[in-house]
Every structure is written in structure tokens, then in C-alpha cells.
């Protein structure tokens, strides 16, 4: 069974169920909450969750990223400092 069989499998069912709840919750909510903002932004950013679900390939997160990421950052930090008294 390949990655993005057992993606639609197991996590679809759950994301849908949380697409559903999302939606319910928000039309209960005041337009000017902080929660009712959270909410609209994740459903916002959907399609590209659920992109997840489809391809067996991609992350459902980027943390391996902004890992590879961190020492450029910590360097460029560093290295302000480099060659002062």
C-alpha cells in the first residue's frame, strides 16, 4: 500500500471530519473573534492541507526545512560579529 493510499485512507476521513467542524464552528462564532479568525485562516489555507492527502510524496508539515534552514540563520547572526574587537 503506497503513502497516499493509506493517506486517504486513515488521515482524509479525519481531515474531512476537522473541514466539517471547522465550518459548523464558525458560523456559531462572532466574525470578530480571535477564534473565528484562527478558523478562517486555516480554512483558508485548505486545498493546500488536503494536497497532503494525494500525494504520497509531500510533507504535511516543513519542519525538515526550516531545520536545514536554521544554521543559515544562526551563522548569518554570527557572523555580524565576526572579525570585531
Keep these: 500500500m503506497s503513502a497516499a493510499q493509506v493517506r486517504q485512507a486513515r488521515a482524509r476521513p479525519l481531515l474531512d471530519s476537522l473541514h466539517e467542524w471547522l465550518q459548523t464552528t464558525l458560523v456559531e462564532l462572532s466574525?470578530?473573534?480571535?477564534?473565528?479568525?484562527?478558523?478562517?485562516?486555516?480554512?483558508?489555507?485548505?486545498?493546500?492541507?488536503?494536497?497532503?492527502?494525494?500525494?504520497?510524496l509531500l510533507e504535511i508539515d516543513n519542519n525538515s526545512a526550516e531545520r536545514v534552514l536554521r544554521a543559515v540563520a544562526l551563522g548569518r547572526k554570527n557572523y555580524l560579529f565576526a572579525s570585531t574587537d
Excluded at 466574525?31 to 494525494?54: D, E, H, N, Q
Design 31 to 56: 466574525k470578530k473573534s480571535a477564534v473565528a479568525t484562527a478558523i478562517s485562516y486555516a480554512l483558508g489555507r485548505w486545498p493546500a492541507l488536503v494536497r497532503y492527502c494525494g500525494d504520497g
